[in-house]
């Protein structure tokens, strides 16, 4: 089996997997600061983090509000226990925009995965 088989094999494998599995959901809130001050229409995503050839899920995108305020939540198909995390998508006034992801650790997570929407939407807190 060459390289191209096996990624192939691999992809499969990954889409099949995701058909049978369980719908499981997330969520987060929380508020951008840039230097002290509300971060406004910034882009934030929340996604499943995998690992090994399947691509991280996206489950929920926005922009933060006026005071910086943000909420996502979304649902996936996974066997496995979902990894949730948070990309922001932001420069703080400098001219590079960076991606910041924030994982969520096993005690913010809910044992709740079993829903359309989370039960428990965790706090990210604030962020600067």
Known sequence: MNIYEALLCASMISQVCS????????GVKGQ???KGKPAAGVKVKLYD????PDLDDLM????????G???L??????ITTIDPKLNIYHDCDDWLVGIL?????DKNKSDDNCC???LDVKRAGTIC
């Open 19 to 26: 058909l049978i599995g369980r719908t499981q959901s997330a």
């Open 32 to 34: 951008l600061l840039c």
């Open 49 to 52: 983090n995998d690992r090994g």
């Open 60 to 67: 929920d995108s926005g922009y933060t509000d006026a005071n």
């Open 69 to 71: 305020m943000f909420t």
């Open 73 to 78: 939540s979304g649902t996936v198909d996974e």
């Open 101 to 105: 992801s924030v994982a969520f650790q």
């Open 116 to 118: 359309e929407q989370p």
